[in-house]
């Protein structure tokens, strides 16, 4: 994943204009622990293009910093999340200071083609794959499933010898 830099305040006054998360970035209160989609939200921007969650804002307050939100716990806690996920996910993830307070920056990066789907573990392929359209996350279809799979064989089986028959 090649690291960039995000504009912050740029990133978060454009979702305060528009009201609302974006096909690229989320946004989590995440005050008490990481919740519970966030595995999803992994999934989908590694299916896509990648993407970028932010932890401890609110985004019915208008994308306010969260009150109560602990930056070190979930940022310890963020650690170890894309370990759940099929191939593990290793996202940059930053603790960066905004309007007088911490928030949790984490950049998901795509997931090579060859791996697709990338999915939470627990719940297998078929359930635990998802693709971010629009502000929302979507669990991938059977078909989408199958046929990320069938193109992962196909690369595979392009790298090994040809046989021909006699």
């Known amino acids: 994943m090649v690291n960039v830099r995000i504009d912050i305040p740029e990133l978060v006054e454009s979702l305060r204009k528009i009201g609302s998360d974006t096909q690229d970035c989320e946004v989590k209160e995440a005050v008490r622990k ?77 997931v090579n083609l060859e791996e697709r789907p990338c999915y939470i573990t627990g719940k297998g392929a078929y359930v635990g794959s998802f693709v971010r359209t629009g502000d929302g996350d979507r669990r991938l279809t059977r078909y989408a499933v199958a046929r990320f799979k069938a193109m992962r064989g196909s690369l595979n089986t392009t790298l090994s010898p040809c046989w021909t028959r006699p």
């Open 34 to 110: 990481l919740p519970e989609s966030l595995p999803e939200t992994i999934s989908a921007f590694a299916n896509k293009d990648g993407g970028i969650i932010i932890l401890g804002l609110s985004e019915r307050l208008n994308f306010t910093p969260a009150e109560g939100f602990d930056a070190k716990k979930i940022f310890s806690a963020m650690m170890e999340v894309g370990d759940v996920m099929t191939p593990p996910v290793r996202m940059k993830i930053d603790m960066v200071p905004f309007e007088n307070a911490q928030i949790v920056v984490a950049q998901v990066p795509a």
